[in-house]
């Protein structure tokens, strides 16, 4: 196989080693087939374009065009010309399905389903990567610079996992490059030609074998390349192993809660980054299925981990220690004996679809019966998955506590102890002003903690004007608390963030809580939780009863009794069971009555409500087509302004090569020199130009004499009878282009490496060869013109 051959072999495994990152995010991976043959035979065109002509943008032109033409062929079949030509139609059919794969990651958490949206996303995707790859690896045979995609495209598979890339993925993408680098090494050693040495006596007769000894078995330098590329990935998979402060790269699939025996931290993370995403969802999706001997199960929110630190614009966990689960938890913070609780069993099923690092446990949890490698973070009463421990598939059984408290316990409830209060009232000094005056303006008239906690949930839930919307987007900066206060739109994030804020600028103590919702009764007795169930709600917290849920958001979960102003009549409960969380719409009655209580008109019973949005605990992170287009941005970003720099260090390792001939040696100066700010004088001998090129390039000693020597050889071809053969001219050339260099100052030098002035040379040979293309096609139509004019006018001879 040729060296070229070899490469375009290496260049096609690379980008599906990379692309295999891609495969968790999808299901079914039908599509990687799909996208497979579409490289392969865009990586065939390449080849045969290559046998025919060295031209290297007719290669990437017919490349992108069989591209093209196979994406037309599979996605647009039914639009295009003739059935894989595009045509206006096909590109609006493409259009159609870009925009529905857009949508579709949108809706569906990982993994998607694989819509034809979707499909064409990633096979389009890895078709683009596939071609940048072969350009570069290839066509231009620059196998470094070629890791450039495949690192993007293994960045967009991270990503969109939301940091949960196996090292698998990693390994398999680091694995390709490392295997395109070999065959560059490979075909670059192959020129040069046997290497002395390689071969043992008794192999003597069968011939050299270039960088391969006669025998087949690698040669140096081709073993220790090989060595050197194992032992750096080796280091890159081990060195983030084994020092903890490197946590959380793309090798770190669910986060690290790492420590040994009873010691660890659980690291600083935000399990809402990608929420609204899945907030969309059109299909419902069971992640949990559970069954209690609680009497009411209204309030049996299911708690993943608490967001206790605030910056000014969210909430996110802080870094706590961890230890192992104790057999029974503590008692929980702030609840004594004088409150009533009631102790119930629980016992959960997570399914096989569900991936999640924090335990979903009814709060609070007195004793949790479980096997795996779970610790306990005692600050939040969590329980987080240590080396790769997730929720997947797992059963256990939880006791728990159902605290009631009374109104006027909460109502007398002492100041909180000093730590507490100042570690979870604490507010950014940049928080907007107006979100400490709004607080103060809702809860006027509160005497105490709790009015001021119940005033805040209704206000958000009924009576300020707020709505429920899964299409706003979260904001950013300190002001995202602002603007929603302002618009009064938001979905379950802004409604428990901005009350959680509130309140602490009310100096009551607060932090989010996320986890699910109680989920929709089921025959037999159980329970279940869908994916749109998902929900983060505020933790209040008052002494001798401790933190304490409370439900700003409109149309999501239960209102806690111990917040209720009135108790509705006729059903006491029951009304909460339909929350069915998000998975039954709310029955609406007609009827805007004044004396409707803000609470059972929150639950929808008097009044119209809007159907609430579904939420997800987990992540997809930002829409697939954006990081895409992003992704191709940076691509482009980095590799345009190094087209130029690619181009002539191509040029020069090709006159280099063939610089036993004197007029490639002496191209390479000509041009050489103009990088350095000498244009070339076509007018003048190539004496006459070597003395200018060393007085403008103030060139002294060896220099000098190098480009006399290339001068003269240049002269002995073009004047002497029988030139005499000259030897070291791509030496010279080498020295030319030091010394150049030495005298051209930093800038300079960086100017001639980066934007050399003689890729302009690109451009006029892409003028020139149009012009040819056109003057031979204008030469064909007037032949075949001419041809078929004296066709029609031959005249029609009769024999007599």
């Known amino acids: 196989m040729s060296g070229r051959g070899r490469l375009a072999l290496c260049a096609f495994a690379a980008t599906l080693m990379a692309a295999g990152a891609l495969l968790p995010l999808v299901d079914p991976a039908t599509w990687l087939l799909q996208a497979a043959v579409l490289v392969a035979v865009q990586s065939g065109a390449g080849a045969l374009v290559r046998r025919w002509s060295s031209a290297r943008a007719l290669t990437v032109t017919v490349q992108a065009l069989v591209a093209l033409v196979s994406l037309t062929a599979v996605f647009a079949r039914d639009h295009a010309v003739a059935g894989f030509l595009p045509g206006p139609d096909a590109v609006r059919q493409f259009g159609v399905l870009l925009t529905a794969g857009a949508e579709d990651v949108g809706k569906y958490a990982i993994p998607a389903p694989e819509t034809d949206g979707i499909r064409l996303m990633l096979v389009g995707g890895v078709l683009v990567i596939g071609l940048a790859v072969d350009v570069l690896a290839v066509t231009f045979r620059s196998a470094a610079p070629a890791g450039l995609p495949l690192l993007a495209l293994y960045s967009v598979a991270a990503g969109l996992s939301g940091g949960g890339a196996s090292w698998l993925w990693f390994l398999l993408a680091a694995a390709g490059y490392l295997l395109l680098l070999l065959a560059e090494g490979r075909d670059r050693l192959s020129q040069w030609g046997r290497v002395f040495g390689a071969a043992a006596p008794s192999r003597r007769g069968r011939g050299a074998a270039g960088p391969l000894s006669s025998g087949g078995g690698p040669v140096a330098p081709v073993r220790t390349g090989r060595r050197i590329g194992v032992v750096a990935l080796g280091i890159a998979l081990a060195v983030p192993a084994v020092l903890p402060s490197l946590s959380g790269g793309l090798l770190d699939s669910v986060g690290n809660a790492g420590g040994e025996g009873g010691g660890g931290t659980i690291q600083a993370v935000n399990p809402l980054v990608s929420l609204q995403d899945n907030l969309t969802q059109p299909e ?41 689960v104790p057999e029974d938890l503590p008692r929980p913070d702030g609840l004594n004996g004088n409150v009533s609780t009631s102790e119930i069993t629980t016992n959960i099923s997570a399914s096989g679809t569900y991936e999640q690092k924090w335990l979903p446990l009814p709060y609070p949890a007195t004793r949790v019966d479980i096997d795996g490698r779970w610790r306990y973070e005692p600050a939040g009463r969590t329980l987080v998955g240590d080396e790769g421990q997730t929720t997947k598939g797992v059963q256990y059984s939880v006791r728990s506590l159902v605290v009631n408290p009374t109104r006027q316990q909460l109502a007398s409830a002492p100041s909180a102890p000093e730590a507490l209060a100042r570690e979870y009232t604490k507010v950014p000094e940049n928080l907007p002003q107006d979100v400490k005056a709004t607080a103060l303006r809702v809860t006027k008239g509160a005497t105490n903690d709790y009015e001021r906690a119940v005033k805040l949930q209704d206000w958000f839930a009924v009576e300020g004007g707020f709505r429920y919307d899964t299409e706003v987007r979260s904001g950013t900066g300190v002001a995202a608390i602002s603007q929603f206060l302002r618009n009064k739109e938001g979905f379950c994030i802004h409604f428990s963030f901005s009350m959680a804020a509130m309140a602490r600028t009310l100096d009551i103590p607060a932090r989010v809580a996320v986890g699910f919702t109680p989920g929709a009764p089921q025959s037999g007795g159980t329970m279940a939780v869908g994916i749109r169930d998902a929900h983060a709600w505020p933790e209040l917290y008052f002494e001798g009863v401790g933190w304490t849920r409370f439900e700003p958001t409109p149309t999501r979960g239960s209102v806690p009794e111990y917040t209720r102003q009135e108790t509705p009549t006729g059903e006491p409960s029951t009304p909460a069971a339909p929350e069915e969380s998000a998975t039954a719409a709310p029955s609406a009655q007609p009827s805007t009555q004044e004396s409707c209580p803000p609470q ?73 020199a103009w990088d350095h700010g000498i244009p070339p004088d076509e007018s003048q001998t190539p004496r006459k130009t070597a003395v200018r090129i060393i007085l403008l390039g103030k060139l002294e000693g060896a220099p000098a004499e190098a480009v006399h020597r290339v001068a003269d050889a240049v002269e002995q071809v073009l004047y002497a009878p029988r030139p005499r053969p000259a030897t070291g001219l791509a030496e010279d050339a080498a020295r030319v282009r030091r010394g150049l260099a030495a005298g051209a100052g930093r800038a300079g030098r960086l100017r001639a490496l980066l934007l050399p002035r003689s890729a302009v040379r690109v451009v006029w040979a892409l003028s020139d060869r149009w012009t040819a293309l056109t003057t031979r096609w204008a030469d064909h139509r007037r032949r075949l013109l001419t041809r078929w004019s004296t066709t029609l006018r031959r005249p029609t001879r009769q024999r007599g």
Request: hydrophobic letters at 40%; proline letters at 5%.
């Open 600 to 672: 059972a008109r929150r639950l929808g019973e008097c009044g119209d409500t809007e159907e609430p949005g579904a939420a997800a605990a987990g992540g997809s992170g930002p829409p697939l087509g954006t990081i895409l287009l992003v992704a191709a941005g940076v691509v482009a970003v980095v590799l345009i302004p190094l087209l130029p720099l690619l181009w002539r260090t191509r040029v020069r390792a090709r006159r280099l090569r063939t610089a036993g001939q004197a007029l490639a040696a002496w191209e390479e100066v000509i041009d050489t």
């Open 284 to 324: 419902d999706r069971e992640v949990l299925r559970y069954r209690t001997n609680a009497e009411e199960t209204s309030g049996m929110y299911l708690r993943l981990v608490a967001l206790d630190r605030f910056d000014g614009t969210s909430f996110r966990t802080s870094e706590r220690p961890i230890g192992d």
